[in-house]
Structures are given as C-alpha cells and as structure tokens.
C-alpha cells in the first residue's frame, strides 16, 4: 500500500506542514495519497517546546500525488492574499509541475476575475472565492454536482475532483505575480466583528 512518504507530499509531512487533515491517506486510486487539510507556509517562533499556529497558512487545501512522480499532481486551496502565491510556491518547491493542476482561491481578487500566472516553474489558476468553501467553488469551477459526490467519503470525494481537475483545460487571461501584486485588493482582517 502506498504511503504519504513515497510520494510528493512527503516532504512537506515531514517538515510538519501537513495540518489539520480530515484526510491524509490513500485514496482509492492505486497509488494516490489524498490530502484534505491546511498547508503551513510560514511558522511562528517556537517558544521552548510549545506548538503555535503557522503565521501563514494555505487552507481548506484539497491535494493529491502519485507515487512515483516528483510533483503534486493537483492542489486547491485558500490564500487570504495573492501575494502568498509567492509563499506557497517557495514550500512546495520541486514538488511543482508544469505537469500539475493548482488553483488558488484569493480572498483579496477582483471577484469577477480569473487569471493565470507562471510562478516557480508551474501555472496557477488564481480565482475570487466567494463567499464559500474550496471545496464549493471547486466543484463549481469543475461541473461537478455536490449531490453525485454524497455517497462517497472523503477519499473517493478527492479522486473525484483530482480525476476531473486532470482534464481542466480552460485558460484564463496570464498575468505575472508582479501584476497580481498591483491588482490584489486590501488584506482582510479575519478576526475583524468577532466576539472576543
């Protein structure tokens, strides 16, 4: 059976940036290692042996890689500002791919915008979320209907999406991260109008 570590999510397992997953296991696909969960971009100063949440976090990431390839084969998930991308691509590293399907949803993007951008060596589909979850806006991006997707558990849910993500080939206008960083919008304050 496939594990975590004979994959291309391995690494990012073992550097602890793998947080928390509802899912980090074998899908049902031979060979496949799912992953439902936040990746941790940026650590917080550790002080003496106490564990303290990323300052920066890639989120809601849905992910998946076969083993044998180099590359995460597929990977959705939230940002809170495009200029993360940056971030995102620095960890992740060799394990990107021309070959790889990404799609990051920015919580800072002109929400009638989609773009394309070239960075560290892959293409990402940069999109608005609105109002929802990665998961919603995937199954959106992607004509999957939620209610085909019931039955499955979260494992076959991931191969559904990555089998049909495999096959995106719509294009979106290309812009370079240096445009994205003039185009992004304000930084939200995520704990702004809660209760303390």
Do not use: W
């Amino acid at each position: 059976m496939t594990t975590i570590d004979q994959t291309a999510l391995g690494r990012l397992d073992a550097e602890g940036r793998l947080l928390n997953s509802v899912l980090k296991a074998p899908t049902k696909k031979a060979g496949r290692i799912g992953f439902r969960g936040d990746i941790a971009l940026k650590f917080q100063a550790k002080m003496a042996d106490e564990a303290r949440p990323p300052e920066t976090s890639c989120e809601q990431v849905i992910a998946a890689a076969q083993e044998g390839e180099s590359h995460i084969c597929f990977l959705a998930g939230f940002l809170l500002s495009f200029e993360y991308l940056a971030l995102l691509a620095e960890v992740l590293g060799d394990a990107l791919s021309p070959q790889g399907k990404y799609f990051l949803f920015c919580d800072n993007i002109d929400i009638s915008k989609r773009y394309q951008v070239e960075f560290g060596g892959a293409s990402f589909y940069v999109l608005p979320i609105d109002e929802a979850t990665v998961y919603n806006e995937t199954l959106e991006l992607l004509y999957l209907e939620k209610n085909d997707l019931k039955k499955l558990d979260t494992a076959g849910k991931v191969d559904a999406v990555v089998d049909k993500a495999l096959g995106f080939s719509q294009s979106f206008p290309k812009i370079s991260y240096e445009d994205g960083l003039k185009l992004m919008g304000p930084v939200r304050n995520v704990y702004e109008n809660r209760p303390v």
